[in-house]
C-alpha cells in the first residue's frame, strides 16, 4: 500500500516532521472492507491477508505522525514555477542512470538543499535504488545533514521495496553513529516491513533487538508484531507473545483482539479466536463494529451461520450499525449455506436503511446467484450495476453471467451482459464474444452469431496482447462451418488466421475453409490452406481434398487437379476410383496423355481396378504419339496387377493407323511374355510393316513368332521374299523360304489361331 502525504499551501520554511505511514488499515478476513475505507477499493480475495483496522489509540507512529506533520512546501516564493523543483528532479532521476552527471545537474538545478525538498524526492523518486543513493549523496556531499523525518521516509520506501538490509544497517548502523535516538517506530517499520516480505523469523528478531537495544515496547510492537505472525499461520508463536506480553504488564487493546482474532480464523483455528472474544469482553474491553465484522467473517467461512446470525443481531442490539461489510459478509455466508432467499433479503434490508451495495456485494451476488439459477435477480443486480457505474473486482463473473443465462436460454440477457461490460468499460475479450456466438450457432441463429464475428473482426479483439480469455473451438467452429456452406469463406478465412496468430490449429477449421473454398471455386485459396496445414503437421481430410479436386476440374485446370491429387495420396488418403477417372479424364481430353499416365499408373498402385475402359485409351494415345516405352511400363503394371489388357485391339489400330514401330514393338512385348495373341493381329502387323517397306523388321518379328510356335495364314510370305531378295537380303530371305517349307510340313494338320487374350 502507498503511503500518502498531503501537501499544504506554501509557507516560510521551518522545520517540521514528515509522517510516514507504517502500517496499512488493517481488513477482515473478509471479502469487504474495513469501515472508514472506500467501500469499493479492497479485493475480496486479498482483504483476508491484510488485517484489521488498527485501533487509533495504538495505531503505529507513522500512521499517528502523519496525522501530527503533513508535507511542508518550499519557502514562499513570488512567481511559483509551473514545475516543481523536487517533480524536476524526480523526472531527471526516472530517466537517468544515477551517475556524476546526474548529480552535478541537480546540484545546478538547486542553490540550496533543504529537508523539505530532500523529503518530497524521496517520497516522489520512482525508483528505489534511486531514492537510496540521493539519500546517501545529499549528505555525503554536505549539502544536508539529515533528520529524523528523512532517515524515516528512506526506511519506509526501503522496506516497501523489500530492500530490507539497507533499512536495517540505516537503523542499527547510521542512524546510532549520526547520534539518533532510536525509538519504537523505527522497528515497528522494520518489523512491518519482514512481514510483508514474508521474513517472520526476521521480523521476530527485531523485535527482540529491542529490548538488547534499550528500545521500550509498547503495545504499538506488540500489535505489529502481532500481525505479522499470524498473517503467516503462527498462531501458537502469537499466543505465546500474547502472553509474553501480559507478564511484560502491557495490557491488550481493542485492536490486539481484533488482529489476533483475524489471525486465528484465517489459520482456521475457531475455538481459539472464540476463546480470545471472550476474554475481550472479560477484560472489559467492548467489541466494534471491526470485531463484529471480523467474527461473522470467522463464522461464515466455517459455515455457522447460525452462530453469525446471533452476533449480527447482537450487535443491532447494541446499536453499533452494521456497515457494508457487515450485511455482504452476511450475504455470503447465506448463500455459502445455500440459503439464496436469506440472502436476497438481506440484501433489500440492507438497501431500506440506507446502506448501498458496493463492488465487493455485487462480486459476492452474482456467481452465487448464477450458481442457484436465479437468472432473474442475477439480470436485475447486473442492471443495477450498470445503472450506478460500479464495476466487479472480479471481471469473470461476466463469462460466468454470460454461460448461465445462455444455458437458461435468455440470449437476449447474455447480449445484455456484454454490453453491460462495455458501458462499465470492462475490456471484452474473445472468449466472451465466443460464449455467444456459440449459443447462437447452436440456437441456430446464424445471422447473430456472424454479426459478432463481424465486432471481432472490425475490432481485432482476438489479437488483443492483453487478452486472456480466447475463444474456444465449440464457438469458432460452427460459425466457419456456417459462413463457408454459405459463400462467406473469405470472412472465415479472415476470423481463422487471426485465430492462427494465437497459436489455434484445428484440422475442423482447416478442413472447413477448404471445403468452402473449393465449394465457392477458388480452389487456388483452398490450396493454400492445405499448405499451412502440411507446414504445421496438421492431418487434411479426404472429403476436402476430393472438393478441391473437383474444383479445380471444373475450372479446366486438370494439372492443379492432378498435384491435389498426389498430395491427398502423401497424406495417405486413398482416392475412390470416381476420383481417378475425372482426373484422368480431364488430363486425357486436355492433351496430357502422359499426365494422365501417371495417374493411372498410382491408380494402379493403390488397387484400383475400375476405368479400364478409359486405361486403354491412354494406352492407345501414348502409342500413337510414340511414347511406346512408357504404354509398355504401364501394360507391364497392368499385368503384374493383374489386370486385362486387350492387345489385339491395340496392334489392330496402330496397324491401321501405320503406327507399325509402336505395333511391333507390342507385338515384341507380348511375345517375350507369351502372351496370346490371335494370328490376324499377326497379320495385320505383318501387313502393316510390308507396306510400309519396313522387311527387315517383318523378317524380324515373323522369325520371332515361328519360334513362339505361332501360326500364321499370312499369305503375304512370298512378297516378303521377294522384297527381301530385291533389297539384297538374300540370306534372310532363303531362310525364311526354308522355315516356312519345314513349318508347313510339321503343322500342315494344325488349325486355327492362337489367341491373344491376355487375362492374369
Not at 101 to 130: C, M, T, W
Not at 401 to 415: E, H
Amino acid at each position: 500500500m502507498g503511503y500518502h502525504i498531503a501537501f499544504s499551501k506554501p509557507f516560510q520554511l521551518k522545520p517540521r516532521v514528515c509522517q510516514i505511514s507504517l502500517t496499512p488499515y488493517l481488513h477482515f478476513c473478509t471479502s469487504i472492507p474495513a469501515p472508514g475505507e472506500d467501500p469499493i477499493s479492497p479485493n475480496p480475495e486479498t482483504t483476508a491477508s491484510q488485517g484489521p483496522k488498527p485501533d487509533p489509540k495504538t495505531e503505529t507512529p507513522n500512521v499517528a505522525q502523519e496525522k501530527q506533520y503533513q508535507r511542508i512546501p518550499r519557502a514562499k516564493q513570488q512567481h511559483r514555477s509551473p514545475e516543481k523543483l523536487e517533480d524536476i528532479i524526480c523526472r531527471m532521476m526516472a530517466n537517468r542512470d544515477w551517475t556524476t552527471r546526474l548529480q552535478n545537474s541537480i546540484r545546478a538545478l538547486v542553490p540550496e538543499f533543504d529537508h523539505s525538498l530532500v523529503y518530497n524526492v524521496l517520497h516522489g523518486a520512482r525508483k528505489p535504488d534511486h531514492a537510496l543513493q540521493f539519500f546517501r549523496w545529499v549528505e555525503r556531499a554536505g549539502l544536508i545533514q539529515h533528520d529524523r523525518e528523512t532517515h524515516m521516509k528512506i526506511i519506509q520506501i526501503l522496506g516497501r521495496y523489500s530492500m530490507l538490509n539497507h533499512a536495517r544497517c540505516i537503523v542499527l548502523e547510521d542512524m546510532p553513529k549520526k547520534g539518533f535516538e532510536l525509538d519504537e517506530d523505527m522497528f515497528v517499520l522494520l518489523i512491518d516491513s519482514y512481514g510483508k516480505a514474508g521474513l517472520v523469523q526476521e521480523s521476530v528478531k527485531m523485535f527482540s533487538k529491542m529490548k538488547e537495544l534499550g528500545v521500550e515496547r509498547s503495545v504499538k510492537s506488540y500489535n505489529a508484531l502481532f500481525k505479522v505472525i499470524v498473517r503467516k499461520g503462527r498462531y501458537m508463536m502469537a499466543k505465546r507473545f500474547f502472553n509474553k506480553m501480559l507478564d511484560e504488564g502491557i495490557g491488550p487493546t481493542r485492536h490486539t483482539y481484533n488482529v489476533l482474532i483475524w489471525g486465528f480464523f484465517l489459520s482456521m483455528r475457531l475455538r481459539t479466536a472464540v476463546r480470545f472474544y471472550e476474554d475481550m469482553k472479560v477484560r472489559g474491553i467492548s467489541p466494534d463494529v471491526v470485531t463484529y465484522n471480523t467474527m461473522i467473517n470467522g463464522y461464515y467461512r466455517h459455515k455457522r451461520m447460525e452462530e453469525a446470525e446471533k452476533l449480527f443481531a447482537e450487535m443491532k442490539a447494541k446499536d453499533i450499525a452494521p456497515t457494508v461489510i457487515s450485511y455482504t459478509t452476511m450475504i455470503k455466508g447465506y448463500f455459502a449455506v445455500d440459503r439464496i432467499n436469506d440472502g436476497l433479503r438481506l440484501l433489500e434490508e440492507m438497501k431500506s436503511v440506507g446502506i448501498k451495495p458496493n463492488n465487493v456485494t455485487y462480486t459476492t451476488l452474482l456467481p452465487d446467484l448464477c450458481d442457484a439459477g436465479k437468472m432473474t435477480e442475477a439480470k436485475d443486480i447486473l442492471k443495477e450495476m450498470v445503472r450506478r457505474r460500479i464495476a466487479p473486482k472480479d471481471n469473470s463473473i461476466f463469462l460466468k453471467l454470460l454461460n448461465s443465462q445462455c444455458k437458461a436460454g435468455d440470449l437476449k440477457a447474455a447480449v445484455d451482459v456484454l454490453d453491460g461490460m462495455i458501458k462499465l468499460s470492462i475490456p471484452s475479450e474473445a472468449g466472451h464474444y465466443g460464449v455467444l456466438i456459440e449459443n447462437f450457432c447452436k440456437a441456430e441463429e446464424y445471422d447473430q452469431a456472424v454479426k459478432f464475428v463481424d465486432k471481432l473482426i472490425e475490432n481485432d479483439i482476438i489479437l488483443r496482447p492483453q487478452s486472456t480469455l480466447e475463444m474456444e473451438s465449440g464457438a469458432y467452429n460452427p460459425v466457419i462451418q456456417y459462413l463457408c456452406s454459405h459463400g462467406q469463406t473469405g470472412k472465415a478465412e479472415i476470423l481463422f488466421r487471426q485465430l492462427l496468430k494465437k497459436g489455434v490449429e484445428d484440422p475442423l477449421a482447416f478442413n472447413n475453409l477448404i471445403c468452402g473454398h473449393a465449394k465457392e471455386g477458388t480452389p487456388d485459396s483452398a490450396f493454400e490452406i492445405l499448405k499451412i496445414m502440411g507446414r504445421k503437421g496438421i492431418p487434411r481430410d479426404a472429403d476436402a481434398y476430393r472438393l478441391l479436386i473437383e474444383s479445380y476440374l471444373r475450372k479446366g485446370e486438370p494439372a492443379d487437379a492432378k498435384t491435389a491429387l498426389d498430395s491427398m495420396i502423401e497424406d495417405g488418403h486413398l482416392p475412390d476410383s470416381s476420383v481417378f477417372r475425372s482426373v484422368m479424364e480431364s488430363l486425357y481430353e486436355d492433351g496430357r496423355v502422359q499426365t494422365a499416365s501417371r495417374v493411372m499408373k498410382s491408380m494402379v498402385e493403390k488397387g484400383v481396378k475400375e476405368n479400364m475402359d478409359l486405361v486403354a485409351k491412354i494406352l492407345e494415345a501414348l502409342l500413337m504419339r510414340g511414347h511406346e516405352e512408357e504404354a509398355l511400363g504401364r501394360i507391364d503394371l497392368l499385368m503384374s496387377s493383374q489386370c486385362n489388357v486387350n492387345f489385339d485391339s491395340l496392334l489392330s489400330i496402330l496397324s491401321e493407323k501405320g503406327k507399325t514401330i509402336a505395333a511391333l514393338k507390342l507385338l515384341d512385348f507380348g511375345l517375350q511374355r507369351d502372351c496370346d495373341i490371335d494370328f490376324k493381329s499377326y497379320d495385320k502387323v505383318l501387313d502393316a510393316l510390308l507396306a510400309a517397306g519396313k522387311t527387315l523388321n517383318a523378317y524380324s518379328i515373323l522369325c520371332k513368332i515361328m519360334e513362339k510356335g505361332g501360326v500364321t495364314s499370312w499369305r503375304s510370305y512370298e512378297d516378303l521374299i521377294k522384297s527381301l531378295n530385291q533389297e539384297g537380303n538374300t540370306k534372310q530371305a532363303d531362310i525364311l523360304s526354308r522355315m516356312i517349307k519345314g513349318d508347313d510340313k510339321s503343322h500342315e494338320n494344325k488349325k486355327g489361331k492362337k489367341k491373344a487374350s491376355v487375362a492374369a
